[in-house]
């Protein structure tokens, strides 16, 4: 990639960066403009992206040296497909929460902080993007701390008791794996004398400290299932998920946890690479049980919650186990699965933490059952949810199915047929408490007086990023074509 | 491209046009209801003419392929009309165009939801009959079950909630294993789905346990939409909570996806040669059997119509089932045209029970006496499908059930026989009360009051009043010039010669 063109990545990651440390001023010329110019700086962000679109081989990646330094010591990134796919989910769905939150945050936190919401909101985009894309391994580390901390700040934007206890809870279990991420780092570090990914990848082969190498996987791992929610070390993430300002939860789940535990793939497959699976491979099979646990487990807690955003929180648990034994298949289709699912996983469940958030905006409601009749106040909001439903359930055409496919199919190809019925019975628990909802809201009379009889959605700013997400789905179920296929041959190179 | 197909867009607009009705409910104005479900009805209307339209090409051998979008190598999203998937889609688009042309006077509520699910589902359908490959099927087969949902508890009472829970239940589940069957499939298959060989899979490219799985896990996820038994759950409880016209194209076309499912299965994925090197065939011919009789044994014991006419097209569809089981040219005749025989008949005798739900607000057969005097056209339509169900001649019933024996005589087993005979006579059993009750008895006929005079007064709805005498018509014209063009006869003649060479 030439000229101008080979520093868009960084400008990508940069620019939210920038904006988040302008908007103080901003907000001190005219605060009405700042979700308005924080939304601008994504849109850049993300126009960048676009024109990175058909440069970025499937097969291969782009390079590019912080500051011209090289590789070994300099800090690199490398776009391959699959993270230049992820970034660009990730700045598209961050734009529509924050587009989202405009109108609905001055709900929930009071008039001095909403500047520091979208500071930290900014950043928090920033640090993912730079996350899927770094090809140094502390680097990594850094764009995870900079990710956690904005997102325990953003659990507790609200000020209120249950927040900040909910936010408590996530840095109790948040800091101590951001440690072992750390000594993780430490031991791979003292065993090959590098910390960029490209040079690890070499050295771990040769590498005789075969102990160290376990220890370190095993650390990195167990520390990233914390930030990915993986069961069992869930504990934080139905709290903070449900209690966050509704855009805020959409962030979290849709794609906070998504991109770790896609982090887990980055350091398996690009640090530890394929030859090396035979002294960690037994990580990455506990690693895979874990994951099956949390879809039975997940699915199941999610049926027996009566607060809606409590269910979309423990889907999400459900969801991360999706995303594991996904790429734990260690084939190319089951990655790709993976990282179709942190797309489609992501939209959805964004989707569906905005239609929560038109809820309680309009009528507070956050009880299951006061959904019941919701239709003929709210059609809008309804209709987005049961799309978004759907594609979480996983039924054709929408984006789901198609990840669904991959990963149960992936599952089926690397002989793990049992795994790929846990995936099935996943989906099948979606199933259960997606129906719930929409049959409550479009077939169920509502209690006498819950909902008016005319239509009384929530306002078009909200409704517009909203529909767009639930409309996504569609579009990457029907048009998944445009990407599967460099999708499979990036996941091919991430696994040769 | 599969070999010797047109490239056409052609296949593509029956999927498109039943979307009108859509479109026409979005953007009409709400002043001009009727106007709406017209524009309803000529959107299945127009489904139907351009799928006559395609019987010439079809009829001379042509096939039409039109790809939609190709995912990866292999497994594309894809239009293709041979003759069987030509075949359901003419008896489906009949029967959707009769049913929305009925539900215009036959629903009484919430218009705008009924007509938009009934358009969904057809268009649907007709992709379920166009895919060119299980993946397609399994998209647009998914799409249809859980749009016709909403058709089911149209009525929203508890019955029908219920009923729609338990449809729900049984559709997810079978959905799970289906996924699972075309997931195994695919990947022990060689990575193709299609459906345009006669015989995809063999044991050389699969072991014989992974095609075991394949197999029967693709009976289990069709033979919940099938009914075979045990998985008939959700079918007598569905068809009487359903508005009728809705239970009409539940008997008649929705079972009948699960029945051309088992078709697409048999003949193009597997292949009669590998069914019967597997042997399976023995095991779904049990099930058919064992589902014909006890279907027809359970029919005897419901005094609620339209759930004794749920019970006998769990009975008839197996018909369908055990023909293909058979392996043998005529049985697999008459299981192919069993699908529209049974359609037309089914349809009609729901359409019936309609009539007189609507008209005397009746829905128990003891409650019927001398019904037959105050609804006379509907009642003998229902009595010329009940007589062709039994297989009386001349009649499309009758064809069915002479092929199916035929084939049990060609594949060297009777006993099929025996079990078709007995089914017969079960079926005689639970349909002559109903005549008997409707023509010979009236109120005060044991005091010796005189019947009462016919009245032609209460079956002055044209709407309602002409898919019913259509359908009869047909059971009977359908039956008597059985190879006219386009009837069922030349095209699954065109399908069993290509099964068996």
């Not at chain 2, 938009?116 to 998209?139: D, E, H, K, Q, V």
């Amino acid at each position: 990639m030439s000229g101008a063109f080979k520093h868009l990545p960084i400008m990508m990651i940069t620019l939210p960066m920038l904006g988040a440390a302008l908007m103080p001023f901003v907000s001190y010329l005219r605060r009405e403009a700042v979700p308005w110019v924080s939304a601008l700086f994504l849109v850049v962000s993300g126009v960048l992206g676009l024109l990175l679109a058909g440069r970025i081989p499937p097969d291969g990646c782009v390079g590019y040296r912080l500051g011209g330094w090289e590789p070994p010591f300099g800090i690199e990134l490398k776009v391959d497909f699959a993270g230049y796919f992820l970034m660009m989910v990730v700045c598209g769905i961050s734009l529509l929460a924050l587009l989202y939150s405009r109108l609905y945050i001055i709900r929930e936190v009071e008039g001095g902080k909403i500047t520091a919401y979208y500071v930290l909101f900014l950043l928090l985009s920033a640090s993912m993007m730079g996350f899927v894309v770094t090809g140094d391994i502390f680097n990594l580390f850094v764009f995870m701390e900079i990710l956690a901390i904005s997102s325990y700040a953003l659990v507790a934007v609200t000020g209120n008791r249950n927040a900040v206890r909910a936010a408590f809870k996530y840095l109790l279990m948040g800091a101590p794996s951001s440690i072992m991420v750390l000594l993780g780092i430490g031991l791979l570090y003292s065993a090959t004398g590098t910390l960029n990914m490209a040079d690890l990848a070499a050295r771990v082969g040769e590498t005789g400290y075969r102990e160290v190498l376990i220890a370190s996987f095993a650390v990195l791992v167990l520390a990233f299932m914390v930030k990915a929610a993986i069961f069992p070390l869930h504990l934080w993430l139905p709290d903070a998920h449900s209690i966050a300002p509704s855009p805020m939860s959409a962030m979290l789940s849709g794609l906070v946890v998504a991109v770790s535990a896609f982090a887990i793939a980055r350091i398996a497959f690009s640090v530890f690479t394929v030859h090396s699976w035979g002294v960690v491979g037994t990580t990455l099979d506990a690693l895979a049980a874990a994951g099956a646990a949390a879809v039975l487990f997940g699915g199941i807690m999610a049926i027996y919650q009566r607060d809606f955003k409590m269910m979309i929180a423990y889907s999400t648990i459900s969801h991360m186990g999706y995303i594991v034994l996904g790429f734990t298949a260690l084939n190319p289709e089951g990655l790709t699965g993976a990282v179709y699912h942190v797309l489609d996983h992501g939209i959805a469940k964004a989707c569906l933490f905005l239609c929560a958030g038109n809820f309680i905006y309009r009528k507070g409601y956050r009880r299951i059952d006061q959904l019941k009749g919701a239709w003929r106040e709210m059609p809008w909001t309804c209709f987005a949810f049961a799309l978004a439903a759907w594609s979480v359930i996983g039924l054709p055409p929408s984006a789901g199915f198609i990840s669904k496919w991959y990963l149960v199919y992936g599952n089926v190809k690397a002989d793990r047929v049992p795994y790929a019925v846990v995936l099935l019975i996943g989906a099948i628990l979606a199933a259960v408490y997606c129906f719930r909802i929409i049959y409550y809201m479009f077939f169920q009379p509502g209690e006498e007086g819950a909902w008016r009889d005319q239509v009384m959605d929530a306002p078009a700013g909200m409704l517009a990023p909203t529909w767009a997400l639930s409309l996504a789905t569609l579009f990457f179920g029907v048009f998944s074509y445009l990407f599967l296929d460099s999708l499979l041959k990036a996941a091919a190179s991430l696994l040769a | 491209m599969p070999e010797g197909a047109t490239k056409s867009v052609v296949p593509l607009f029956p999927v498109l046009l039943p979307w009108i009705s859509l479109l026409a409910i979005l953007l009409m104005p709400r002043k001009a209801p009727r106007l709406r479900l017209w524009l309803c009805f000529a959107g299945s209307a127009l489904t139907f003419l351009v799928v006559i339209l395609m019987l010439p090409g079809v009829l001379d051998g042509k096939t039409y392929y039109f790809k939609l979008a190709s995912i990866v190598e292999g497994l594309e999203i894809s239009l293709y009309v041979d003759t069987l998937g030509y075949y359901f889609a003419l008896v489906l688009a009949f029967m959707w165009m009769l049913a929305t042309l009925y539900s215009i006077s036959y629903i009484d509520h919430k218009h705008n939801r009924f007509f938009a699910f009934l358009a969904l589902c057809g268009s649907f359908l007709i992709g379920c009959a166009f895919s060119r490959n299980m993946f397609t099927y399994f998209i647009f087969y998914e799409m249809m079950t859980f749009g016709s949902y909403p058709l089911i508890i149209h009525e929203e009472t508890t019955m029908a909630r219920r009923a729609g829970y338990k449809y729900l239940v049984y559709a997810i589940a079978a959905g799970t294993v289906l996924f699972f069957a075309i997931i195994a499939n695919y990947f022990w298959g060689g990575g193709v789905l299609n459906f345009e060989k006669w015989g995809l899979l063999s044991l050389e490219t699969a072991s014989r346990a992974a095609l075991l799985t394949i197999f029967f896990t693709y009976i289990a996820g069709f033979g919940v939409k099938a009914a075979i038994m045990p998985l008939h759950g959700w079918v007598p409880d569905a068809h009487p909570a359903a508005p009728s016209p809705a239970s009409a194209l539940l008997s008649g076309v929705i079972l009948k996806a699960g029945a051309f499912g088992i078709m697409r299965v048999i003949f193009n994925l597997f292949g009669i040669g590998l069914m019967k090197e597997l042997g399976v065939h023995w095991v779904v011919a049990v099930f058919a059997c064992i589902t014909i009789v006890m279907a027809s044994v359970f029919a005897l014991t419901q005094d609620n119509l339209k759930r004794r006419l749920a019970y006998s097209s769990i009975g008839q569809v197996s018909y369908i089932i055990l023909g293909l089981a058979m392996v043998s040219r005529d049985g697999a005749l008459g299981g192919v045209m069993h699908l529209a025989h049974h359609a037309l008949m089914k349809a009609c005798l729901f359409l019936c029970a309609g009539v007189i739900l609507v008209k005397t607000g009746k829905k128990n057969i003891s409650e019927m006496r001398g019904i037959g005097y105050q609804l006379p056209v509907t009642m003998i339509c229902f009595s010329v499908c009940a007589l062709a169900m039994m297989g009386t001649p001349p009649s499309v019933g009758f064809i069915s059930k002479w092929l199916l024996g035929s084939g049990a005589m060609q594949a060297g087993l009777p006993v099929y026989v025996v079990i078709l005979l007995v089914s017969s006579l079960l079926n005689a059993a639970y349909f002559l009360p109903i005549i008997y009750t409707a023509f010979f008895r009236w109120e005060g006929d044991e005091e010796g009051a005189h019947h009462p005079k016919l009245d032609f007064s209460a079956e002055n709805d044209r709407l309602m009043m002409v898919p019913v005498v259509l359908l009869a018509l047909l059971v009977l014209v359908v039956g008597i010039w059985v190879t006219v063009p386009g009837f069922p006869y030349s095209l699954a003649s065109r399908v069993v010669n290509l099964v068996f060479p």
